[in-house]
């Protein structure tokens, strides 16, 4: 099978049971990903295929081929890491980390689908406008990804400030 | 979970072919469900069949109706304008369900074909007719606080676990199929059965029959619908009741048309006809709601962990009306 992954096209030869989490962590051993339900549950395993966050434990690798992967080893950039990654330790928005990657992708996910205007389940207009990402539009967004240390605050306050517009100032 | 074989299809006629190749073919839409069961040995197919190549299209027409295509994914309709603003109780009923990453990849068609969460479906050590016909059910005398309160059996005390599907029942939602005879359409609220004596037989369809498309009749004061789910924690939980309702009330205050249908407390997404047929003609206050919702409850069962349900749902019923009458509470 053939996949693209972090912009780098990989070929790995898998039995057809193989999750999407396993083919990244078992066969290309990019780690940063987590199995934590392995249920689509906790959002540990969250990544981003095409932009579009998904549960990579309930995916079946052979259904995501020559589709563009990207896992938390695609987030930081030649200069350092992604401002949201920096934003989490700025704001103490992890403290085991092993829901971290999955908050990551699953924040930079969110905020894309709120920039074309994806209503949640508080959204009280239906109709139309843009989406104002307010702390119980965050939350309610986020809601896929569990974090058992309790770092909430700290992660609405990364996300906030990083990918909120209008709010980084 | 056990060895399959796997196949995408390009078109509905070659996936109706492609499932008839096997025994035990399942289609595979985003696999949220299915990959999950599939991994507990509770669905075993010897087939999948790759769906998702299949139209996804959301057609707005001009006569007020939408047609969805089955491969449209629950957050391409949750998000799309018309749905919004025509049938608004179909995108919250969509986002009131799952998580942000689920329905991104979940289909319309695999929704609709959900199984039920009931755990001792998912427990192999259980006993559960649902997954070994015959067997027993250990839920009825077990830990039931999930389970139906209308329309279930000394078989099964499942529910069918959709939000959507609450929508697509009250507001007369048609299923496009397509199988090895061809094609035919189906109501939503005819699709999924009661459990009877067979609560392993979950539908009407035939072997291999694909969902192609639902589409949803115009209903123009559908503009003003809703849905509203009880559940155990405000996010990302399977509902405990909810209510899907549109209401169409004339300007002498009487109820001139109503919508209305129930989750989480029965094996189908439950359309309460009884309750809609109590409303129409009277007048649109509490009263009369709270009348209409007894009179649907009125055969519901509770067991030992889920009897509080009967009164939620009435309730539930009740507050959502008074809200689409304008929190008219005489």
Same mark, same amino acid.
Request: charged content about 20%; proline content about 3%; overall charge negative.
């Given at each position: 099978?053939?996949?693209?992954?972090?912009?780098?096209?990989?070929?790995?030869?898998?039995?057809?049971?193989?999750?999407?989490?396993?083919?990244?962590?078992?066969?290309?051993?990019?780690? #940063?990903?987590?199995?934590?339900?392995?249920?689509?549950?906790?959002?540990?395993?969250?990544?981003?295929?095409? +932009?579009?966050?998904?549960?990579?434990?309930?995916?079946?690798?052979?259904?995501?081929? *020559?589709?563009?992967?990207?896992?938390? =080893?695609?987030?930081?950039?030649? !200069?350092?890491?992604?401002?949201?990654?920096?934003?989490?330790? =700025?704001?103490?928005?992890?403290?085991?980390?092993?829901?971290? %990657?999955?908050? /990551?992708?699953?924040?930079?996910?969110?905020?894309?689908?709120?920039?074309?205007?994806? %209503?949640?389940?508080?959204?009280?207009?239906?109709? @139309?406008?843009?989406?104002?990402? &307010?702390?119980? =539009?965050?939350?309610?967004?986020?809601?896929?990804?569990?974090?058992?240390?309790?770092?909430?605050?700290?992660? $609405?306050?990364?996300?906030?400030?990083?990918?909120?517009?209008?709010?980084?100032? | 979970?056990?060895?399959?074989?796997?196949?995408?299809?390009?078109?509905?006629?070659?996936?109706?072919?492609?499932?008839?190749?096997?025994?035990?073919?399942?289609?595979?839409?985003?696999?949220?469900?299915? $990959?999950?069961?599939?991994?507990?040995?509770?669905?075993?197919?010897? @087939?999948?069949? &790759?769906?998702?190549?299949?139209?996804?299209?959301?057609?707005?027409?001009?006569?007020?109706?939408?047609?969805?295509?089955? #491969?449209?994914?629950?957050?391409?309709?949750?998000?799309?304008?018309?749905?919004?603003?025509?049938? %608004?109780?179909?995108?919250?009923?969509?986002?009131? +369900?799952?998580? #942000?990453?689920?329905?991104?990849?979940?289909?319309? +068609?695999?929704?609709?074909?959900?199984?039920?969460?009931?755990?001792?479906?998912?427990?192999?050590?259980?006993?559960?007719?649902?997954?070994?016909?015959?067997?027993?059910? &250990?839920?009825?005398?077990?830990?039931?606080?999930?389970?139906?309160?209308?329309?279930?059996?000394?078989?099964?005390?499942?529910?069918?676990?959709? *939000?959507?599907?609450?929508?697509?029942?009250?507001?007369?939602?048609?299923?496009?199929?397509?199988? !090895?005879?061809?094609?035919?359409?189906?109501?939503?609220?005819?699709?999924?059965?009661?459990?009877?004596?067979?609560? !392993?037989?979950?539908?009407? /369809?035939?072997?291999?029959?694909?969902?192609?498309?639902?589409?949803?009749?115009?209903?123009?004061?559908?503009?003003?619908?809703?849905?509203?789910?009880?559940?155990?924690?405000?996010?990302?939980?399977?509902?405990?009741?909810?209510?899907?309702?549109?209401?169409?009330?004339?300007?002498?205050?009487?109820?001139?048309?109503?919508?209305?249908?129930?989750?989480?407390?029965? !094996?189908?997404?439950?359309?309460?006809?009884?309750?809609?047929?109590?409303?129409?003609?009277? %007048?649109?206050?509490?009263?009369?709601?709270?009348?209409?919702?007894?009179?649907?409850?009125?055969? @519901?069962?509770?067991?030992?962990?889920?009897?509080?349900?009967?009164?939620?749902?009435?309730?539930?019923?009740?507050?959502?009306?008074?809200?689409?009458?304008? #929190?008219?509470?005489?």
């Amino acid at each position: 099978m053939r996949f693209t992954i972090n912009g780098q096209a990989v070929e790995a030869s898998v039995d057809l049971r193989t999750s999407l989490l396993d083919l990244l962590r078992d066969h290309l051993h990019l780690y #940063g990903t987590k199995k934590g339900c392995n249920q689509g549950a906790c959002g540990a395993c969250t990544v981003l295929v095409d +932009g579009n966050r998904i549960n990579s434990c309930l995916a079946l690798a052979v259904q995501y081929q *020559d589709r563009a992967v990207t896992t938390v =080893e695609g987030l930081a950039g030649e !200069h350092g890491l992604h401002p949201l990654q920096q934003a989490f330790i =700025e704001h103490d928005g992890f403290q085991c980390g092993y829901c971290t %990657p999955g908050q /990551l992708c699953s924040a930079i996910g969110m905020a894309a689908e709120a920039e074309r205007g994806v %209503p949640s389940a508080v959204t009280a207009d239906l109709s @139309a406008g843009p989406v104002v990402l &307010d702390h119980d =539009e965050l939350r309610e967004r986020m809601s896929g990804n569990l974090c058992r240390c309790g770092a909430y605050n700290g992660i $609405v306050e990364a996300i906030t400030q990083t990918l909120v517009t209008g709010a980084a100032e | 979970m056990r060895a399959f074989s796997y196949a995408r299809a390009e078109d509905a006629s070659a996936a109706v072919r492609l499932a008839g190749a096997s025994a035990r073919a399942r289609y595979l839409g985003g696999g949220t469900n299915l $990959v999950d069961l599939m991994r507990e040995t509770v669905e075993q197919p010897d @087939a999948l069949v &790759d769906v998702t190549a299949l139209p996804a299209a959301i057609e707005a027409r001009s006569d007020g109706s939408i047609l969805i295509g089955a #491969g449209a994914s629950n957050t391409a309709v949750a998000a799309d304008l018309a749905v919004r603003t025509r049938f %608004p109780a179909l995108a919250r009923a969509i986002l009131a +369900g799952a998580s #942000g990453q689920i329905r991104n990849m979940a289909t319309v +068609g695999g929704n609709i074909l959900q199984r039920t969460r009931c755990t001792y479906f998912y427990d192999d050590a259980s006993r559960c007719n649902k997954r070994a016909p015959g067997a027993g059910c &250990d839920a009825i005398d077990g830990f039931n606080r999930i389970h139906a309160i209308l329309g279930a059996s000394p078989a099964c005390v499942a529910t069918h676990p959709s *939000d959507m599907c609450v929508a697509l029942a009250a507001l007369d939602a048609t299923v496009h199929l397509q199988g !090895h005879g061809g094609s035919r359409t189906m109501r939503l609220v005819d699709l999924h059965r009661l459990p009877g004596g067979r609560p !392993h037989v979950e539908t009407e /369809l035939q072997r291999d029959e694909l969902i192609t498309a639902v589409e949803l009749p115009a209903l123009p004061f559908a503009a003003g619908s809703t849905y509203r789910k009880v559940r155990d924690r405000a996010s990302y939980a399977f509902a405990l009741v909810s209510v899907a309702a549109a209401l169409d009330v004339g300007p002498d205050g009487t109820v001139r048309d109503v919508r209305l249908a129930l989750g989480g407390v029965a !094996h189908k997404p439950w359309r309460a006809s009884i309750a809609e047929a109590a409303l129409r003609g009277r %007048p649109a206050t509490a009263d009369s709601f709270r009348d209409a919702a007894d009179a649907e409850l009125a055969d @519901a069962a509770g067991l030992r962990h889920n009897a509080f349900k009967i009164d939620l749902a009435r309730r539930t019923v009740a507050a959502t009306l008074e809200g689409l009458a304008g #929190g008219d509470r005489t």
